[in-house]
């Protein structure tokens, strides 16, 4: 091959396996994005102000009421009462400025020996000391009369004067005085005064000290108020518009604060916002990401899955997603719980037969997170429709986990009735949840079609599978085991026509099942396809010794030349068999690779023997290919040593044991598994396997005796 041609095979089989790859998953993005792309497209709704509003109108989001809740909180402060202190020793620090007062007026009036004769002038100088020495200890402002009284009045009376002025301010203050009882607080205390021993000008003098040191000691508290209205305007929730909330109803007459509402959860935007959109791109790229992740990591463990696997996936994924928009629509129809129908476990049931369950399970959330979506597009009420989700969801596990490993097709009463038990458990939780009160009609229905659901998944797939199986000629575990099925007609054309091959090869199929589930191949297709490998044989059964029950043996009579060539076309000729009856394409490569290039030693020695001159050994080696994949190699593990054991003079244990090593040394040895991906460990695992397989068949048994003569037992 030219270099020219080597690179242009090479170029196509990157573009066959990147290329294709990722453009499909490509394709599955952009499907999944034009199925929601309605969840982020405008709903503007038909509504005018001051006309009647013909439909309901709920809220797609959750969002503040800004306005609302600022009217909400300056409604809290106006409501909320100023804050008042309460002075207590307000009183006594009162009695002891009054006590200052009079003792400075004492002194002066000694120092200055002020008297009632004391002239104008000498008075003036006195009151003039006092207002000095008052000015930093008293706030009370007492005119000169007052002064002048009191300066010019004797001891005693001074003293009176005093005992009476902080008798009747301490009184006067034990009580609240707020500043709107204050002067009738003071006039109280004013018409107090005792007449008797008191002349008129020290009582006019008495009653200005009384109106200037009696004040307010329950007073306006700002500080206090300024924070008791904050802290009432913080206790003020916000103003909450919830998704799916009714802003406008049926009937109503749409108000100017409606239209502030609809404005404000973007329902009247005519401006246009890309952030929904690139939101959107974001979930699918997710969506999708996680899809092509799990196919990438299941393709890993199963290399011989080719890529119409990653088509068959999409194809489903796809499918599964479209389902759930056609029925979204249902809602439409406006009876009780029909949105319950979605038969989403279709998916999950038929990715679980074609792949395997992890993949279904993932499959199954994913598509459950893309329904809630495209329900929520259909409610027109929010972007995501939780309960559709969390229903979604479970009836996706159902499918993905009910389905036991080796069951044909899903049977519609066991497998559709589990999924449908699930669907009705998650449904009257979510109905409980949701404090629904339960009316028998519409409960019934609703628990009825969510139940109808699970038998339409099972009756979708088991009639969407062998659509898929034909079209891309895929080898499922249902196939498989119709396949296995002792009535198909090339099982009888070899139960017929070769008896010895058809026992022959139950015995491989037991074998290599085993094996295969030891290192964890598929021990379904090594069985099926140990049933079919030997098929080749019957077109000439009798030149197999299997099936010489006369014991003549063709090959006696003709040349070792003639014998290879018979033998050796039989995996040729089963090969050929098997695509007439178009069998999957894995049983036919095992049929084909199942002797490889091994030797036919018998006839090469029988050869050697009656030639003159050296024969090449490869003149007598299958022309191959050698085994490709694990099943194959286990295949034609199980098959060289079980006929090498049918063939053996009386097996024990032991011996059963060293020929099993014998033919897997020869097998490693010779190259036979150098283009398979096992490895040695497995190969070890293989052989012990079918060893201790054989060892069951071929155990030690009792010898009875020839002739047992039995005693007869006689009774009286």
Known sequence: MTSSSQFKKRIREVALTYLADWGIVLIVGIALYGLMVGSVLPKNPNVKLHQIATSDIQSPIDTVDTQATHVKRQEAIGSTPSAYAYNKNLGLMQVEKVGDLFDTIAAVKKDEKISSDSPQVAVDNAIKMIGDRLSGSSDAHLSDSTLTALLTASDHNLQIAEDIASTSIYEAMNDKVGWNDLQRVQDKASASLPSSVLNDSIRKALNEVLQSYITANYSFDANATKQNKQEAARNVDNVVIHQGEVIVKKGELVTNDMIRQLKLVGLLDEHFNVIPFVGLLLFTGFITFIFWFEYYRFKEKH??????????????????????????????????????????????????????????????????????????????????????????????????????????????????????????????????????????????????????????????????????????????????????????????????????????????????????????????????????????????????????????????????????????????????????????????????????????????????????????????????????????????????????????????????????????????????????????????????????????????????????????????
């Not at 201790?692 to 009286?716: A, F, N």
Request: net charge positive; glycine share 6%.
């Open 303 to 716: 290399p011989r899955y080719s890529v119409k696997y990653l088509y068959i996936y999409a194809l489903i994924f796809i499918g599964a997603a479209a389902i759930i928009k056609i029925c979204s629509y249902l809602r439409l129809t406006n009876v009780s719980g029909i949105s319950y129908l979605v038969p989403l476990a279709i998916a999950p049931l038929m990715i679980r037969i074609l792949l395997n369950e992890r993949v279904a399970v993932v499959s199954g959330l994913l598509l459950s997170l893309v329904g809630s979506v495209l329900f929520g597009i259909s409610a027109k009420a929010a972007i995501f429709d939780s309960s559709m989700g969390i229903f979604l969801f479970f009836s996706a596990l159902a499918g993905a986990v009910v389905l036991r490993k080796r069951q044909a097709r899903p049977k519609i009463m066991q497998t559709g009735g589990l999924i449908a038990l699930v669907n009705v458990l998650v449904v009257l939780s979510l109905l409980m949840f949701q404090n629904t009160p339960f009316s028998p009609a519409s409960t019934g229905l609703t628990l009825g079609f969510s139940a109808l659901s699970g038998f339409l998944a099972v009756v979708l797939t088991n009639g969407l599978m062998p659509l898929f199986e034909t079209g891309f000629s895929i080898l499922s575990p249902i196939r498989l085991i119709e396949l296995s099925n002792p009535n198909h007609p090339l099982l009888r054309k070899i139960l017929i026509e070769a008896p010895g091959t058809y026992h022959h090869s139950l015995m491989v199929a037991n074998l290599a099942e085993r094996a295969c589930e030891v290192i964890g191949a598929n021990g379904l297709l090594a069985r099926v396809a140990a049933y079919y490998h030997d098929v080749g044989k019957t077109k000439r059964p009798k030149f197999f010794v299997e099936n010489q029950m006369d014991g003549v043996n063709p090959h006696d009579k003709i040349s070792p030349q003639l014998s290879r060539t018979i033998i050796i076309s039989h995996p040729y000729d089963g090969a050929e068999i098997l695509r007439q009856y178009r069998m999957p394409r894995e049983i036919i490569d095992i049929a084909e690779q199942h002797h490889g290039t091994t030797l036919l030693k018998y006839f090469y020695v029988k050869a050697q023997e009656q030639s003159e001159k050296p024969i090449d050994e490869s003149e007598f080696r299958y022309p191959g290919p050698k085994v490709q994949t694990k099943e194959a190699a286990v295949v034609e593990l199980a098959d060289s040593i079980e006929a090498a054991v049918r063939a053996m003079q009386k097996p024990n244990p032991v011996k059963v044991n060293n020929l099993v090593k014998s033919i897997f040394n020869d097998r490693l040895s010779d190259g036979q598994f150098d283009e398979c991906n096992i490895t040695l460990k497995e190969l070890k695992s293989v052989e012990k396997s079918i060893d201790e397989t054989l060892r069951g068949v071929y155990h030690s048994r009792i010898e009875y005796p020839k002739d047992l003569k039995m005693k007869k037992v006689t009774t009286k």
